[in-house]
């Protein structure tokens, strides 16, 4: 069974700080996908950043870039300048194909709080 | 930018009772999902659906458990008679083509309490 762990349920930065939330997964799939969602208060999730297992450069997408140790399974999600706008819940999430469709598991998410 | 909508974005309930959750997906999408948060938990995906049919659903998607597209732009989750352990956050989400690693794009949720 493919399970992601988010061992920091809650967290805080100061503004223009960098913070790093942390994920493991586990998976027998050799052909995997990683994501991380960020869902501000009261809104929806959105896509922050993405990560195909069989490519060994780290994806970056402005401010946000991430740490993938496949040997390790760990994927974590590096904040840099925070700014207020970040305060959110951030899932990490892993996709396999199974059944003809693509599955979504999420981790319990981090709680992040980027303070003035 | 598209946005995938959900309604109601609260419900409330009584045991034993029917509730229809909608969605909007984006509108060239063709991939649907359903997933559920209980309070404190993860996200589960509950059920996939493509071209009027279930591709995929979890143990948790029980013969309680219904969708539909009825109209060709709305997406339903039904759950027939409510209990208490269905109260939690609902999500739809949409993709526009199948593969693995397709983004899927997620509604605001819909916070269903059943009492």
């Known amino acids: 069974a493919q399970t992601v762990t988010q061992s920091q349920p809650e967290m805080s930065v100061q503004e223009a700080e960098t913070v790093t939330l942390s994920c493991t997964y586990d998976?027998?799939?050799?052909?995997?996908?990683l994501f991380w969602y960020k869902q501000p208060p009261s809104r929806q999730m959105i896509l922050v950043i993405r990560?195909?297992?069989?490519?060994?450069q780290n994806a970056t997408e402005n401010r946000f870039s991430v740490n993938f140790q496949k040997a390790a399974k760990s994927f974590s999600l590096k904040i840099s300048d925070s700014q207020l706008g970040d305060t959110a819940m951030y899932f990490c999430a892993f996709m396999f194909q199974e059944g003809g469709s693509e599955k979504l598991v999420f981790g319990k998410g981090t709680k992040l709080t980027v303070n003035p | 930018e598209p946005e995938v909508t959900q309604t109601p974005s609260h419900q409330v309930t009584q045991m034993g009772q029917e509730v229809i959750l909608r969605c909007v997906p984006i509108s060239n999408h063709l991939y649907f999902y359903w997933y559920r948060q209980i309070l404190g938990q993860k996200v589960e995906f509950l059920v996939s659906f493509y071209n009027n049919e279930i591709s995929e659903k979890s143990e948790i998607f029980d013969d309680q458990f219904s969708v539909e597209r009825p109209d060709g732009s709305n997406f339903t989750l039904k759950i027939r008679s409510t209990k208490l352990e269905d109260s939690a956050m609902y999500f739809c989400a949409s993709t526009q083509i199948r593969g693995a690693g397709e983004t899927q794009y997620f509604g605001p949720g819909t916070r269903l309490l059943v009492l």
């Open positions: 998976t027998s799939e050799s052909n995997y996908y």
């Open positions: 990560q195909e297992a069989y490519k060994q």
